[in-house]
């Protein structure tokens, strides 16, 4: 690198005898410029990597890192479980799978989701970004897709390691195959799911620490009011409630588009009854998804650029 | 106890944001109780299932876990706690009162609510509604002195307590039974099965250690948190941002 | 009258030495701490305040050591760094719960002294988020006077003040200094350091690089040639008597600029290598020759060239 110092600092003239501009060396640039899409590109990896800890001290990447290894250990003992001793099916199924690590994603998007946005509005660094050519939705789209990556990769991986482990014990392929897909598309909605709600709730709390808290309480909230509401409407023999109850949390919302799309087994008493309720639990997870969008939209509309 | 940090600390604990999310448990566990009491009528199995799930699993740890760690937090992290820090004032005594405040804080949005709603779902001041707000007012406690001691050893604060509440103590809990014994939910609920007696185990408060080694284990949490707090604070660095 | 007496304090984190070895004592009157970023002025005064234990020797004030010692927070007033400070009280409240704090007897009379002296007793009133920067810092101030205390601790005081803020402060350190206490303030802005600090202390590199009056320091650094500018009535004449003499190293004549003249310095540029003999003899060549002087002056006698060569040497 070449410092100011080494250049030619002999004076300009500039028309007057008052004033000199000394070419201290600094350089216009007239080249092309990258243009929007190399900027959403950038932002998405940039927060995908943030979300695992990459491009961030040491510390930081210990948590991301050791919640993803809890997700998948379970998976890798039973791939080597089924490889070592033999069987004919999985313990349990992908949906099922996708149903334990629910509590881990949680705590996963509650210590990422706010580390991926709030930093940027507390410092005001979105000004920075919102004077380059990226659109304020941009902003929202780069951050969301990222998000919900990372989370589809903390949910899709263990469901892999399975998948592989079942190749490995030679279970049959298309059956594996099929299923493993019903799992993957459980964890992009998972992903979608609590990554936007994520992500609004740490856009409006810009300390960290308090978007931590107030995103796990929602989630925690909301996974045993649904728990509670649906116990009490078994127990009080109300079926149409009791099929209906999950619909307000969020991973009871997806195991219930999972069911009723693919026409499986309930899991953990998760089954919309027949074509309507599918569509509830369906429609609903649209909404909830759009909604968040919509509301991440607004928040940034709001962001002043200065 | 010093009242200028107990007014400063409730103010920003009580903050509006903070306030809204602290206010939203116990509203929806009221909401919950008249739902459920207008739909099954007074039931105690269904209270206590309540109680226990929505209660002692969640709201408890979850207001402590607001409460103790913001109680302190917020201010290391942001350097403000040096003006607590740099006057004549024994370090114990601050811990002691952000304890407090904490507590106090659980007491009003968590210890509280639950009674009403023990009330509202056994439609009297039964055994179960009390036992049930024995053990909360325990399990708040502890939980506050644990999470604001774990806030002035870490900034991941909130994360660790959320792995402690959640993962340690719902997850490896519900699969390793010697997990249980190092639960402060558990040490709680032995509070809870006492006072409710001999229906605790199917009203759902059965709890995996004795009465004795619970209060014990509860104590003991709770005053060597609280001293641990005031030791850390008497050597704490104050560090930029991160 | 207090002092600060630190002896032989080293600390460090980790691998990183902040402060190496560093002897000094910080009397009454306003002692500036001088140093780039990084050189441990920040470390230096969270040791003299008691939140850092030094990693060895020793930091005491007035004979006590100050880390882990919370009585002595009654004889120091601490104005940190960063600007964080409960925002959502006012101002008033503010400094009042730090008078409290201190169990002041009277502590709203001492809340209102200390908004005064600050002169912020019109803001008092407005929350402290809703404060500027120079307004803060003020409030900082107020806070760390409150209880009235022998000992100042400022850590980069003029931070983002704006020129008239920063009079302002400098006065009040100025006042301070003159009541008998002991102020110390850090900073990397020269030109305040030297017109408030009658002494100071200067950090390069954790290392404790000189101290004292900084004139004092500038005439100790005898290896160093000192730069002189001379206008006479014959500059080349003075110029040949000089560069016979030793007490100089190199004599450069100025010349005028025809093109635009006045806008370039005249005359010589001396680089005095024996400071004491040149002094001495230039008068005195001049008188021999009927050489007028106009004007002889230091070139770099600021506190600026002072400090840049002790952080390049």
């Not at chain 1, 932002?43 to 050791?66: E, H, N, Q």
């Not at chain 2, 040490?187 to 995996?208: C, F, H, N, P, Y």
């Not at chain 3, 950090?203 to 690089?209: D, Y």
């Amino acid at each position: 690198m070449q410092t100011p110092a080494d250049r030619d600092t002999t004076p300009v003239p500039n028309g007057g005898a008052a004033g000199v501009i000394h070419d201290i060396g600094y350089q216009r640039y007239d080249g092309s410029r990258l243009g929007r899409g190399y900027l959403l590109r950038t932002l998405f990896l940039d927060t995908l990597r943030g979300c695992y800890g990459f491009g961030r001290s040491a510390k930081s990447k210990i948590m991301p890192l050791v919640l993803f290894g809890f997700g998948c250990l379970p998976a890798i003992i039973i791939a080597v479980i089924l490889n070592a001793f033999g069987g004919e099916e999985l313990p349990m199924t992908y949906p099922e799978y996708l149903w334990t690590l629910s509590m881990l994603v949680s705590i996963y998007v509650a210590g990422q989701a706010p580390q991926a946005v709030s930093r940027d509005l507390r410092f005001r660094a979105t000004s920075l970004y919102f004077s380059r050519p990226l659109r304020r939705g941009d902003y929202v789209v780069a951050k969301f897709a990222a998000m919900t990556a990372a989370v589809l990769i903390f949910t899709g991986v263990p469901m892999l390691i399975l998948y592989l482990g079942t190749l490995l014990a030679k279970l049959p392929f298309w059956e594996q195959t099929g299923d493993v897909l019903v799992g993957l598309v459980g964890a992009l909605l998972t992903a979608l799911v609590l990554g936007g709600i994520s992500l609004v709730i740490a856009a409006i709390t810009p300390r960290r620490g308090f978007g931590v808290a107030a995103i796990i309480t929602v989630l925690l909230v909301a996974n045993s009011v649904a728990g509670v509401v649906f116990g009490v409407a078994q127990e009080t023999g109300r079926e149409t409630l009791s099929a209906y109850a999950w619909v307000l949390s969020p991973t009871g919302l997806v195991d219930g588009v999972l069911v009723g799309l693919f026409d499986l087994p309930a899991v953990n008493g998760v089954s919309p009854p027949g074509t309507t309720g599918c569509l509830v639990y369906l429609s609903v997870t649209v909404l909830l998804v759009s909604a968040c969008a919509g509301l991440l939209l607004g928040r940034y509309r709001k962001v002043s650029v200065s | 106890m010093n009242g200028v940090v107990a007014r400063l600390t409730l103010r920003s604990l009580l903050g509006r944001r903070r306030a809204i999310l602290l206010a939203c448990l116990p509203a929806l566990l009221l909401l919950m109780a008249v739902a459920i009491r207008w739909m099954a009528g007074p039931d105690d199995d269904l209270a206590g299932n309540v109680l226990g799930h929505l209660v002692a699993g969640t709201m408890i740890p979850l207001l402590a876990l607001i409460a103790g760690t913001g109680a302190i937090g917020p201010e290391i992290d942001d350097g403000s706690i040096i003006y607590l820090l740099s006057k004549p004032l024994s370090r114990y005594r601050i811990a002691v009162t952000k304890f407090v405040a904490a507590t106090g804080v659980v007491l009003v949005f968590g210890v509280v609510p639950t009674l009403i709603a023990g009330y509202v779902l056994t439609g009297q001041v039964s055994r179960l509604a009390l036992g049930f707000t024995l053990g909360a007012t325990a399990a708040g406690t502890a939980y506050c002195a644990l999470y604001l001691a774990l806030a002035v050893l870490s900034r991941h604060a909130v994360v660790i307590g959320l792995l402690y509440a959640v993962v340690w103590e719902s997850i490896i809990g519900g699969f390793v039974p010697g997990a249980q014994a190092l639960s402060v939910q558990q040490w709680a609920m032995s509070l809870t099965q006492r006072v409710i007696g001999d229906q605790a185990a199917e009203l759902g408060a059965k709890a995996a250690v004795g009465l004795s080694t619970g209060v014990v284990l509860l104590s003991v949490v709770t005053v060597a948190s609280v001293w641990y707090t005031g030791w850390r604070l008497r050597g704490l660095r104050l560090t930029g941002d991160e | 009258m207090s002092a600060i007496v630190l002896s032989n304090v080293s600390r460090w984190f980790g691998n990183v030495v902040a402060v190496n070895d560093v002897t000094m004592t910080i009397g009454p009157g306003v002692t500036g701490l001088l140093g780039p970023n990084g050189a441990g002025k920040s470390t230096l005064i969270h040791m003299m305040g008691g939140f850092l234990a030094p990693s060895t020797g020793s930091v005491t004030l007035d004979d006590e050591p100050t880390w882990r010692n919370e009585r002595l927070y009654r004889r120091i007033g601490l104005v940190p760094e960063r600007e964080a400070m409960y925002d959502v009280v006012t101002g008033w409240e503010f400094v009042l719960a730090n008078a409290r704090l201190h169990r002041l007897p009277d502590p709203a009379g001492a809340a209102r002294t200390a908004l005064a002296t600050v002169e912020m007793t019109n803001a008092r009133d407005r929350q402290i988020a809703t404060y500027s920067k120079g307004m803060k810092q003020r409030i900082k101030m107020a806070s760390a006077l409150v209880h009235d205390p022998p000992v100042l601790l400022l850590d980069e005081p003029f931070n983002g003040m704006d020129p008239r803020q920063r009079l302002s402060l400098m006065d009040l350190l100025h006042t301070m200094g003159e009541q008998g206490r002991t102020v110390l303030f850090s900073s990397h802005i020269l030109e305040e350091v030297e017109q408030i600090a009658g002494s100071i202390q200067v950090m390069v590199a954790g290392r404790h690089a000189a101290s004292g009056d900084f004139r004092e320091i500038r005439r100790l650094m005898t290896e160093r040639p000192h730069q002189y500018t001379i206008r006479s009535s014959d500059d080349r004449a003075l110029a040949s008597m000089l560069i016979a003499d030793a007490s100089t190293q190199g004599v450069q004549v100025l010349t005028q600029n025809t093109k635009t003249p006045g806008t370039d310095p005249e005359g010589l540029r001396v680089q005095a290598v024996d400071f004491a003999r040149f002094v001495r003899v230039l008068p005195w060549y001049a008188r021999e020759r009927g050489i007028r002087l106009f004007e002889v002056s230091p070139a770099d006698e600021s506190l600026e060239s002072v400090f840049s060569y002790l952080v390049t040497r």
